[in-house]
């Protein structure tokens, strides 16, 4: 019973593949099903269709398999030899071979077996010379416009022109022009929406780029080049989230390779849908072991998902394969992440300065590896990382105020090497500098001033406190702690100056802020009493 059941599936199936047309070819060809594709052609020249073998033919010359495409072609004359399809392709073949009279004969063939009114000569032996690896776009462009010419309805004629066109350097126009012709000839059909959509991609104009995708995609929605298109300029654009939909779709309508599958993970990935993108690369570790680009996959989903050890062991592993040629900056850049988080700075330095030789715009990085040190309290180090930033494009102001916390807390920590508060310093002035109008650096530089004169001889800090004063004052509550600071250090400075007067004013100011200030209290009570401290 069995065998019969399988018989019967097996009779289906002939059926449906004997049922098949060349457009059902063309169709899977369009959608890069070229397994299946392939599989509809060789069916059909096994019934002696001429037409089958021209496309089988063209399939293998996109696939590199030259010798195949010769003899299909060739079987496509046997088969038929009034079908000019198949001449075209020989001619193509002798164009890559250095050939060109040869080609010409080949071509003159194909023009022989039709009527010189039909167009359809012209378009194939205008496509060899476009698409020939020695190409010749003068003599395609020729023949393209004189089919065209012939058939002012012909959409192949337009599509191929623009082809061609758009291959010449000053092409774009004119392609943009024989595309928008096709898409008027025949508005339903995605081809020409897709192609006008990759002109405006290579002009870098996106927006108009997805929206002519997406004119292309309402048309046809089977058409599966389009939704591959789209995701990958909605992944450039960061709409990581409509790249997911589009590829997904993309995957359902074409053959899903371990190329485009591994393409999908990225996008999972960038759309911080982890789990999705870990669940994919680990089954195609599963079918392609010895592909590098899954342990890197790896290992950046991973440092997202906060999982560092995993992360190195999978990075480590990538960097061991890779050809240095190919590997990216992100790599050193994820691979430092990892070790800057799983607490290893050393080799998290050295992976996020490689980072930023490559990439200027990296530099962001030697902040956060600044920050780990200074937390470690390595303020050398991170005094260091901080200054190499400020070498650096797009200085910002809190670049400067952390390489002056570094050199602040550097000395406190040691408390012997002085010029590291004159570094402080400079640091805090360029805060200052850069945020005039915030407290800030005024602050920071009035509390290193107030250790560089730590004897009290210039009082250096006052212009600082007096300048924190002015900006806090608006809101003593918020900055009670920085008021109290600047009016007790003034306070002392009156005092040692014998301005009591004045020492009065600003400790009684003091304890407006903070009424249990013992300090305050103090000086204020030897001021009251005629007594100097």
């Known amino acids: ?5 399988l018989s019967l599936q097996f009779i289906a199936l002939s059926f449906a593949i004997n049922a098949q047309t060349v457009q059902d070819g063309i169709k899977a060809l369009d ?48 088969i038929n030899a009034k079908f000019p399809s198949n001449y075209a392709g020989l001619g193509l073949l002798l164009l890559d071979n250095g050939k060109p009279e040869e080609a010409r004969k080949q071509f003159d063939i194909a023009f022989a077996c039709i009527s010189s009114k039909d167009p359809k000569a012209g378009i194939l032996v205008g496509e060899a010379y476009t698409i020939s690896k020695k190409n010749d776009l003068t003599q395609a462009v020729t023949y393209l416009t004189k089919a065209a010419n012939l058939d002012k309805k012909n959409y192949d004629a337009q599509i191929a022109l623009g082809d ?29 929406y897709l192609r006008k959509g990759d002109l405006f991609f290579k002009a870098k104009n996106y927006e108009l780029s997805i929206e002519a995708y997406k004119q292309g995609r309402d048309k046809d929605s089977t058409f599966a080049p389009i939704h591959r298109d789209l995701g990958e300029i909605y992944y450039l654009a960061k709409r990581y989230d409509l790249a997911v939909k589009s590829y997904e779709k993309f995957l359902t309508l074409t ?15 960038f759309n911080k849908q982890y789990d999705k993108a870990t669940d994919l690369i680990n089954k195609l570790k599963a079918e392609d072991p010895n592909n590098n680009i899954l342990n890197r996959l790896l290992g950046y989903g991973f440092v997202e998902q906060a999982k560092y050890p995993e992360a190195i062991t999978y990075l480590t592993e990538f960097f061991k394969k890779a050809e240095p040629a190919k590997i990216l900056t992100s790599d050193y850049e994820y691979l430092g992440k990892a ?6 700075d050393s080799l998290a330095e050295i ?10 715009s990296k530099a962001d990085l030697l902040m956060d590896m600044g920050k780990s040190y200074q937390e470690k309290k390595k303020y050398i180090k991170a005094a260091a990382m901080y200054q190499l ?64 004169d730590a004897k009290g001889k210039t009082f250096a800090a006052k212009p600082y406190y007096e300048k924190v004063i002015e900006i806090c004052s608006v809101d003593k509550v918020k900055f009670a702690k920085e008021l109290l600071q600047a ?3 003034i306070g002392y400075a009156y005092i040692q100056k014998d301005d009591n007067a004045l020492a009065k004013e600003y400790y009684t100011k003091a304890l407006e802020v903070n009424p249990e200030d013992a300090d305050a209290k103090k000086n204020l009570e030897l001021i009251n009493s005629q007594k100097k401290k």
């Open 164 to 192: 061609a066109y758009v291959q010449k350097p000053d092409g774009g126009g004119p392609a943009m022009t024989a595309y928008e012709t096709a898409m008027a000839i025949d508005p339903a059909k995605p081809l020409g």
């Open 487 to 489: 009016y007790k250090y």
């Open 31 to 78: 959608n890069e099903r070229f397994v299946q594709a392939e599989g509809i052609f060789k069916n059909l020249v096994g019934t002696t269709n001429a037409e089958a073998a021209y496309y089988l033919g063209k399939l293998y010359y996109s696939q590199g398999k030259f010798d195949q495409a010769k003899s299909s072609f060739e079987k496509g004359v046997s």
């Open 255 to 269: 053959e899903p390779t371990l190329e485009y599958r591994t393409r999908m993970a990225y996008f999972y990935f």
């Open 1 to 5: 019973m069995k065998k019969t059941i």
């Open 339 to 344: 070790y800057l988080k799983g607490g290893n």
């Open 351 to 360: 992976n996020i300065l490689k980072t930023v030789q490559l990439d200027s």
């Open 389 to 452: 930033k400020t070498t650096y494009p797009k200085v910002k102001s809190t670049d400067w105020f952390k390489l002056g916390q570094a050199f602040y807390f550097g000395y406190q920590g040691a408390k012997t090497d002085t010029s590291m508060l004159y570094k402080a310093d400079t640091a805090f002035m360029k805060v200052v500098e850069m945020t005039p109008t915030v407290h800030l650096g005024y602050n920071w530089r009035a509390m290193t001033n107030s250790l560089i």
